[in-house]
């Protein structure tokens, strides 16, 4: 009898799922061009979103506690356009964990200038995968999937797909939203082009990048630095590969890559050959001109 009501007890304990929360994630609403009003609702809001995003359950996954992903989030809001509705930026930024070293390297740093969103203060944080139910909800969500997209990139050759495939969903119910960040036409660099670039077979050697780069090479500079740093290079020759076949006239892609990437390039090879720093060099002019000045530095 005991036997049995034990069995009973460990079925109904493992039909739960695990609680495996991915991100560890740290938020911050900013509001000094929003004078005269409620201030609590803000510190409200930033509770609301830490909440959303630490408490909810992004993949299937188990994740450990030192593996959970840092993120670092900050709405800079501008305008109070009515009593519940607000304008203003989104900052976003994910870290993983270099092996075997101290260091955590950023995967992704990016701001979004087409923020807009309702809010009632308490009123709880919903999101739906089958359609937009929320603008705020629907961006938290869409940035989350794309980190756990680059993360999972990073370990492995395309690792991230299931994940780029949830944040174009959420691209995709948002076609009739009235606020902007959504649709093709309005921006040549919004989510839409993020999510279509990342899904875009032409760009797949940007993904390939970000595997190669992270797994084969900065996860080995602690034991192999002169392989990894090899490495590096050959995986910077496939966004310049992307770079000369130009899938699409903006490429937003590759410019989110060295946001995230272009100054830590330049500390990889800050101790490396004179032949392999002017290939480097060569290349990262070629591919990101705007800051041709930073990766001259290389080389002194």
Known sequence: MKKTVLITILAILTSFPAISQELRCNVQVITNQIQGTNRQKFTTLQKAIYEFMNGRNWTNHVFSGHERIEVNIMLNLTEEVSADEYRGTIQIQSRRPVFNSSY????????????????????????????????????????????????????????????????????????????????????????YWLASNLRDAKYAPIREFVYRYHRLGLDRMSDRPAEARDEIVESLLLVQRVFREKPDPFMHLMQVVFDAKSDEIINVFSETNPDQAGRVVDVLKEVDPANTPKYQNIQQ
Do not use: C
């Not at 950023?106 to 929320?134: A, K």
């Not at 993360?151 to 050759?157: A, E, I, M, P, T």
């Not at 959420?170 to 649709?183: D, F, H, L, M, P």
């Open 104 to 191: 955590k390297t950023v995967l992704f740093n990016y701001l979004d200038n087409n923020l807009h969103f309702r809010y009632i203060e308490h009123e709880p944080l919903e999101f739906s995968e089958t359609q937009n139910i929320s603008n705020l909800t629907a961006i938290l969500a869409f940035y989350a999937n794309i980190i756990m997209g680059l993360d999972y990139d990073s370990f492995s050759l395309y690792g991230g797909t299931e994940f780029f495939q949830r944040a174009e969903t959420i691209v995709t119910n948002a076609q009739n939203a009235s606020e902007r960040g959504w649709k093709s036409f309005e921006s040549n660099r919004n989510r």
